[in-house]
């Protein structure tokens, strides 16, 4: 051990006031450092220090990973510290590139596909071109939850990133109100919700959100777990960009179901009598990312994601196991109503994908159907250079 | 061990040093070591056997106490040696029996299971209470030696059993282990592997007369076996150095607690910082097989190279620095191995009891004898270089891959050793030359690093095509 002689070796013979010292002094100092971190709170900022986008490639979608060992990524809580692993990251945009953010769920995140599969690995492998001959780069920055609140948030901070137009991939189970304070994601960037809900006054109650975090959870000790994760994000960078893996692709054994339950209900959530409105889905959530766009000049494509459409035992009742007929009747008709009457950019796919091209769930699609979506989209994704 | 056990068993070190009498504390240190090895065992894969596999461990350690008693010199045996060897029988039956009744309900051995092991302390019992009042007399002397090397061929025996997955898996089934799900049920007895050296240690000396004449308390020899710092990752000591310094009961003066603090500090940070963070994607068959390109290979290996020496030398530090503040110099066990400029420098550095063990216990002895019986210089090197690593490798585990590390090693040494023959001269002549003398370091280092990594390929892989496989693939021999 004779490398570390200067430290276990001493210059004169300790005592036990020297021990006490040292005891006394490492207590202080330790009392000091997680006094200062949580009076600075630093992890927003040590969320963007990262060897992504420098020593090692930057990933094709945000880190979320069921078994990290597996998936070699991580699910970070901050937002900051996803994108600043993220590709998009990586700089700004060149001068002949047009930037696309595409936000969703799982589907657009790509579950069960690998990276370039997705919907946005779909629309680079295909080298398009706008009209004024820029090139259409499309970054995937879904996240495989179903909540319209957290797509805005992403979008907020996606906006420091440049982007020339924004595909907003939706479905009804991401409007429901009950839901969208309940995520991690959204739990964990508790700030940004309450501040997006204040600023546009969303029908959703912030005392939902956790408290803000006091003194002793702002300490280093009490934040140990995210920045561990963040450690750990940087070493699975390596495997990452060894093998280019950020997700476990275990083949799925069951298909979405054609014979359905009966009833109606959505989850246990009982029918709404005369159907969806703009009050009781979170509708607001969605307006509050069209405005920030908008402020920030940047068209949004919004699009109805394809549904299973069963047509098996109980099919006259339900599309599938999420949603009953009437409710993605009354959800369709009442996004056409809003984009209609507001003048937004509006494609309903909702049948645009046959049914054998499901996967695991009424959403997630195959790699071949992923890319005739983005086939089908293509034109109205270039448009948006217009 | 976990830092929750390290931070536990470092701040219980303040108080036991300080509280406790100096004469009390290898009598501490004794209930102490019996209980963290059922609590260790308790926390281990194996926590089936939480007790059964402690028991054995004692009794395996009475046992060889047993044999290596001195001669008497007087009879009966003094009445303060039968009080103290009855009161360690008391300390440590009463410290199982904690570890019986704390043992989760469901992490108890059946009945069926407990039987041999309750026959066998049944023994021991016997045994001691009736040979507690007389040592070996001298004239029986020579069937204890006889006896001795029927106990290391028992030991050897069961770490074979141990570390051969097959048998392993099969005394797991009959142990009625509770197999977890998708897992073959093995039998993960903690600490075996350096519990079984410590007695094998012991017992060789003991043939050689190497034991001092006063021989081992019982209460000194449970100790030297189980001590629990070094319990689970070694190092293994020699009983002769180690005993004595318990026996001294040394203070936890400020120095000691310092040093200790420190050297566990920096096995902590070595362990769970430096080495757990290369774990995450060091080399493993499903990462290689998803990996394209050979730098990235590489990558793998120097990760693997890392970690297991930040994770080996980190437990070490942790364990030096517990034995400090518990009044016990370990032996160090790593001493910059990555550095040095040839595979014997390399070996004399890389678990540095473990090399030190089989040296002395086996490959002087064999070279010795191979001597004797005039066969070449060569060949002897040959013979007992390879079968020296061959043994190393077989210790981590009865498998091809562990025989392939030690034969790659064992080849690398003998090499080496032809290679350092010839180029003596040569070498002496260029030290003179301080940048040449540099210039042949560096390389060295270079190069004794890249044989050792990729010694790590048959080390860190379950099969023998796996680790060819990698070694084509990273000299780009196969895609």
Redesign the interface.
Known sequence: MAGWDWLIKPGRPYNWRFAGRVLIKAALLFVAVNLVYALTQPLPRLSQITLYNTLLPGRLRLPFAEDSQAAYSVTLARIEGMFASHVISAGAPAGDEFRVVMLGDSSVWGWLLEPDETLSGCLNARELRTADDRRLVVYNLGYPVLDVLKDTMILEEALNYEPDAVVWVITLAGFYPDEQLFHPIVRENADRARSLIARYNLALDPAELPDEPNLWERTIIAQRRPLADLLRHQVYGFAWALTGIDHVDPKFDERPTENLLPGDDIFGRPRVAGGWTEDNLSIDALRAGLDLAEQAGVPVLLVNEPIYRSSGLNSDVRYNAYYPRWAFDSYRELMDTLAARDGWRYLDLWDAAPNDQFTDTSLHLTPAATCALAETLTPAILALAD | MTLTYILIFAAAAIPFMRLVPARGRPWGLLAGSVLAMGWLQSASEAAESTYLLPLATVILTIVVWWIVRPAAPEQPAPAEYRRDTWLALAITGAALAVIWLLAPYGDRPDLAALLPGAALAGVAAISASHLLGERVPDERLAAFQRLAALAIGMIVLLLLVIKWPALSQALGGWLHAEPQIGIASFVTWLGFSYIAFRLIGVLLDFRAGQLPAEGFSLRDMLVYTLFFPAFTAGPIDRAQRFIPELDQALPL???R???GT??IA?GVFKKFVVAD??A??AMSP??ID????IP?LW??VY?YALQIFFDFSGYS?VA?GLGRLYGITLP?NF??PYLQSNIQQFWNRWHITLSLWFRVYFFTPLSRALLRRHISPTLGVFVAQISTMLLIGLWHGVTWNFILWGLWHGLGLFLFKLWSDRTRMWYLNAAQRPRVRRAITVFGVLVTFHFVALGWVFFALPTPADSFEMLARLFGIRG
């Open positions: 003066d400020s120095f607690l310092v040093e420190a050297r920096i963070s290369p995450l994607v499903a990462l998803q990996t394209d390109g990235g990558l793998l990760l530090d030096i160090e001493d910059r």
